[in-house]
């Protein structure tokens, strides 16, 4: 069974950085996707980055343009998510999401697009 874990969370104060990672277990091929999305208690879930299989293609949430990099590693059935110049409305728990087969690209900023979910990673950002 497929499962999706996430590291790299904790405690930033604004203007620093972090790296997420997020890694498939029990995989024998790349997912089609990769994608990060983020929650706040009390708010919506919102999209984050996206990246295609061959990385050739990243998207990336209006909030974190400029800030956030997303890139992947297939060999190791990664994804991460470098995060810089953070600010406290970036606080949230941090989610990586895979869709295996192909799907459009349109749809990579919506949560229905991915079919399998990583438990949760907290990030902090003090002022």
């Known amino acids: 069974q497929v499962q999706l874990a996430e590291s790299g969370g904790g405690l930033v104060q604004t203007g620093g950085s972090l790296r997420l990672s997020c890694t498939a277990s029990g995989r024998t091929v790349s997912a089609y996707a990769m994608g990060w999305f983020r929650q706040d208690p009390g708010k919506e879930r919102e999209f984050v980055a996206a990246?295609?299989?061959?990385?050739?293609?990243?998207y990336y949430g209006d909030s974190v343009k400029g800030r956030f990099t997303i890139s992947r590693d297939n060999a190791k059935f990664t994804v991460y998510l470098q995060m810089n110049s953070l600010k406290p409305e970036d606080t949230a728990v941090y989610y990586c999401a895979s869709r295996e087969a192909w799907g459009p690209s349109s749809k990579m900023g919506l949560e229905t697009f991915y079919d399998l979910w990583g438990q949760g990673t907290q990030v902090t950002v003090s002022s």
């Open positions: 990246i295609n299989r061959s990385g050739s293609s990243t």
